[in-house]
């Protein structure tokens, strides 16, 4: 079971109440975010706060919490899901922009000497398929917290 996760995203509507059901169940947590200070305020509960940035800034010290995880949960991203109706380009962009700031993660995860054992990535989780995959995140997401069979 994941002792250390990182949770880049984790200030949003999932990041939130992860944090506090894997910090509630002894993980240490660290945050990535774009900002740090607001992520402190938004998630207290965390044991540290990096900031981070999809065009890939990541500090020394942000590696070395990748590093120390057990886990890395990816779940940035800009608002698609708000309730507004997005266009065709407006979604490409976005898509774009995941997908880039993913493989930037993904890389220096591939560069470490000591990686984490679990990746789950909820990024776009949702435009195709939508059921079977955000059931397939909330299956990752439970056995990520409590280690069971996902039901
Ligand atoms: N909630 C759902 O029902 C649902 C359904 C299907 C799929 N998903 C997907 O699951 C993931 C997490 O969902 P969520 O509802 O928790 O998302 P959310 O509330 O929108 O939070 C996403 C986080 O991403 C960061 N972020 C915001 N704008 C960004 C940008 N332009 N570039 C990079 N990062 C940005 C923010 O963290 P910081 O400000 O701390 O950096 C924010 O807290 C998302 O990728 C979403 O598309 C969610």
Excluded: N
């Excluded at 990748?66 to 976005?94: K, M, N, Q, S, T």
């Excluded at 995860?109 to 995140?137: C, E, I, K, M, N």
């Amino acid at each position: 079971m994941p002792g250390r996760v990182v949770v880049v995203g984790a200030t949003g509507h999932i990041g939130r109440p992860l944090c506090r059901e894997l910090t509630g169940s002894g993980r240490g947590v660290s945050v990535f975010s774009r900002d740090p200070a607001r992520a402190r305020r938004l998630v207290p509960e965390a044991m540290a706060y990096l900031e981070w940035s999809p065009d890939g800034l990541l500090s020394a010290e942000g590696l070395g919490h990748l590093a120390a995880a057990d886990a890395v949960v990816y779940l940035a991203g800009g608002p698609l899901f708000d309730g507004r109706r997005h266009g065709r380009a407006e979604i490409e962009a976005e898509s774009r922009a995941r997908i880039g700031a993913l493989g930037r993660l993904t890389a220096a995860l591939g560069g470490l000497d000591r990686r984490p054992g679990t990746l789950v990535a909820a990024s776009s989780v949702g435009y195709a398929g939508y059921q079977f995959q955000f059931l397939t995140l909330r299956a990752a997401l439970h056995d990520l917290i409590y280690g069971g069979d996902g039901k």
